[in-house]
């Protein structure tokens, strides 16, 4: 099986977007898709509304998620783990013990761009369009991800 891992600031919101647009394409006897913030300020509160609402849209149900904090354990339960923007994949490197670890590590727009580094935006404070926009981006990148799997 393989296992992905999606990782944002708080997880409250790209990360648990991500995740559910990712399992909304995979076989789950297949690939187990996980999300994790690198900072542990919503440990174990649902996602934003705004994401819930915004996946609800559009036929993914995130209800289910709790905000968990990345740690180092992390790099041995999964197979790759998506960054959504540049500070969260320096602070999930900067975790690594190793080469192998350090490799599993990828920008999730990457997916899209090769090798641009490009950030998904935080629309904590950017509005209901601001999500809107994300989830859109996360969609392209998941399509991309899932159709690699």
Do not use: W
């Amino acid at each position: 099986m393989k296992k992905i891992l999606m990782v944002c600031l708080g997880n409250i919101c790209r990360s648990p977007l991500a995740e559910g647009i990712l399992r909304s394409k995979v076989n789950s006897d297949e690939v187990f898709v996980d999300s994790a913030g690198t900072a542990a300020y919503h440990v174990g509160e649902l996602p934003d509304s705004r994401s819930i609402d915004v996946a609800r849209k559009y036929g993914i149900d995130l209800t289910y998620q709790r905000a968990r904090k990345f740690t180092e354990k992390d790099f041995a339960k999964f197979d790759k783990i998506y960054a959504m923007d540049e500070h969260n994949y320096r602070n999930i490197l900067s975790l690594a013990k190793n080469k192998e670890e350090a490799k599993k590590v990828k920008m999730i727009l990457n997916e899209i761009n090769p090798q641009q580094n490009l950030s998904v935006p935080d629309p904590y404070y950017g509005g209901e369009q601001g999500f809107e926009n994300v989830y859109q981006m996360l969609d392209e990148a998941c399509d991309i991800i899932a159709n690699r799997l």
